[in-house]
């Protein structure tokens, strides 16, 4: 093909494209669908390929029903204002359901104080005080402290000595990197994020709407 021919080629695809400016539009609805499809293939292989990491790790903080017919995964940070906010319609939608099965996942993003809250909350778990704890950071208003995340410790009733010790404990540490791992290998790069079921659902959602999933969830288990 001479300089010329593909000259006039383009200038040929050139005036199509003016004379029909919706090809373009129809072009990258197609490409986003692409894109869209090939991320929910690749969240559902590492789905299958994380599945006793998401659901069968004794570390792993759980409420409601073990046995579930559907299982919702949180992933939150103590420092996140989102996660806060969403926190009061979630225990709505779990405490008035008894199928459900909620795992919570320690991810901590958002600084080294989201860390340590993180450590603490897992520690706390070795004390059989998890829930009342995570209840307690996630009621928290305004700047997350050392201070304040060992308080809350105290006030909840906590052996502080024995949660200092466990927070420093390396199968604690490394719980949460492979928490982090696991997020990043699910596309998950913020908080809150919501397992539920298969479906993967970014950011906070109303009770409503996690109702109307979690019955989705239901009717796609058939």
Request: a neutral charge.
């Amino acid at each position: 093909m001479t300089t010329k021919d593909k000259t006039e080629i383009e200038n040929i695809v050139r005036q199509f494209i003016l004379e029909h400016p919706e090809i373009i539009t129809e072009a990258l609805e197609i490409l986003q669908k692409q894109e869209r499809l090939a991320l929910e293939k690749s969240q559902q292989e590492a789905l299958q390929r994380s599945n006793d990491q998401l659901y069968e790790n004794p570390m792993t903080p759980e409420y409601g029903n073990p046995q579930g017919d559907v299982v919702v995964v949180e992933f939150f940070d103590y420092q996140c204002g989102y996660c806060k906010r969403v926190f009061p319609d979630f225990m709505e939608v779990v405490n008035a359901d008894k199928k459900l099965r909620v795992i919570w996942k320690e991810l901590p993003i958002l600084g080294p104080i989201s860390r340590f809250a993180a450590r603490a909350a897992m520690a706390s778990a070795e004390q059989g005080k998890y829930f009342d704890y995570h209840v307690a950071l996630l009621g928290l208003r305004g700047r997350l402290t050392e201070k304040r995340v060992m308080d809350t410790a105290k006030n909840v009733g906590l052996d502080m000595n024995r949660l200092i010790k466990d927070m420093g404990s390396s199968k604690t540490n490394q719980y949460l990197d492979e928490t982090l791992e696991l997020a990043k290998n699910l596309g998950i790069n913020g908080t809150p994020a919501f397992l539920i079921g298969n479906q993967l659902v970014p950011g906070a959602i109303s009770a409503n709407k996690m109702r109307e999933i979690i019955a989705q969830a239901r009717r796609n288990k058939g």
